[in-house]
């Protein structure tokens, strides 16, 4: 995992909220909570995803001296914060879901127990990774459901992500969730994901006719061959490319694919499989892009289009239909008392808490919000991943996390896998915690 990003990378007001804290010694121990306030209509459930990339940022939050000299410079610091901040490293505790666990509102999702400038500093950075790939892991993972393992699936969606590090996040996050590889190639690098692609309409446009253009890609590419065939009429290009095939059979190159990236991809994949067939290439697969999500996904399922192999890009990297989730990081305890916030509409529960997830026969029947104490009927989702500081385990390979994540999706009642979930899924609070609620409701 890495996290280049600089400490800065924070909202201003965390700086001058620790200016206060420095001045007035509010050094004790306060326990922060990230949460999703609702969830969307049109999401039934959360895959939490982000969780080691937020511990990299942990273990490695200093500051420079060009960064403190920054700060010195824009004359809102006094030299006591400035000297705070050089000796600055993260010395708290995480208790976290285990990253592609399903989550819903509410659910604490990762704890911060930390002295009190510490658990606020780092809450920009810490909704910013999180939040992000939770949206796209959750994406991915209805991509992934509605393709009911039947196609691959690539990220696409790089030059359409908002930004370099959203577009590396997006190929982990949609990775973690069920995805089968990513075109983009830092992702291999950095996280070991397979990378895979094809080629652009340059590519054809730039030769003389299509055939020229897939001869000279095959043969610099022989073990990476999916041709592009809808660049001018794509039956047309698809008679070309059997024909390509057959000719770069006795230099030992096999076609391995067509991508069709326009057009009506149900009809035409028909076709261009019947092409392909009739000449004696039932072997090449069929790759399909251009504007994809989860929908289209179950349309090619009912219609039962012969299709191996999907592409999904912008609407995956952008979360199109949910771009944002209305999530949050809040102070629930300080100096040993627990604290809450009553504003209309964005009101918290004090205290830092558990999930106990409840099942029947291995599926997913509710979840219970407690405080931490409280015995456990289910299965306790929030774990101890740092103390005082250091991880607990070493770093969770990427494999593992997708492992864990397709297991925890197994879980999810039918009505979940649905595309359109209509049924929520039963999260309730406990009594314990309902009655400190109305307590310091009442004392305010």
Known sequence: MHCDTSPLLTDLYQLTMLQGYIDYGMMDTAVFEFFVRSLPPERGFLIGAGLETVLDYLETLTFSEEELAYLSSTEYFTSALVDYLREFTFTGHVHAVPEGTPIFANEPILRITAPLPEGQLIESRIINILHYQTLIATKAARCRLAARNRFRLID??????????????????????????????????????????????????AHHDEKEAFFHFARSNPGNVVLLIDTYDTEKGAVAATETAALLQREDITVGGVRLDSGDLI????????????AGFPGI?????????????????????????????????????????????????????????????????????????????????????????????????????????????????????????LEQMATLPPYLMELDTVTPYPVSFSGRLLSLKEELESAV
């Open 267 to 278: 009809a035409l994949s028909k076709r261009v499989r019947s092409i392909l067939d009739d």
């Open 156 to 205: 696409f969606g790089l030059r359409r992500a908002h930004g370099a590090e959203a577009g590396l996040f997006a190929a982990r996050a949609s990775y973690l969730a069920g995805f089968d590889g990513t075109a983009t190639v830092i992702a291999g690098h950095r996280y070991g994901i397979p990378i895979s692609g094809t080629m652009a309409h340059s590519f054809i446009e």
């Open 285 to 405: 697969a069929i790759f399909v892009s251009g504007n994809i999500d989860e929908y289209q996904i179950g349309d090619f399922i009912a219609a039962d289009a012969p299709i191996d192999g999907i592409g999904v890009g912008t609407r995956l990297d952008t979360s199109e239909d949910v771009p944002y989730l209305d999530c949050a990081y809040k102070l629930m305890e300080y100096g040993g008392e627990p604290k809450l916030k009553k504003s209309s509409g964005k009101e918290t529960y004090p205290g830092a808490k558990q999930i106990d997830r409840l099942f029947a026969d291995g599926i997913m029947t509710g979840d219970i919000i407690t405080i931490t104490d409280e015995s456990c009927r289910g299965t306790p989702l929030v774990q101890t991943i740092m103390k005082d500081g250091e991880r607990l385990r070493q770093r969770a390979s990427l494999e593992d996390v997708r492992s864990y994540t």
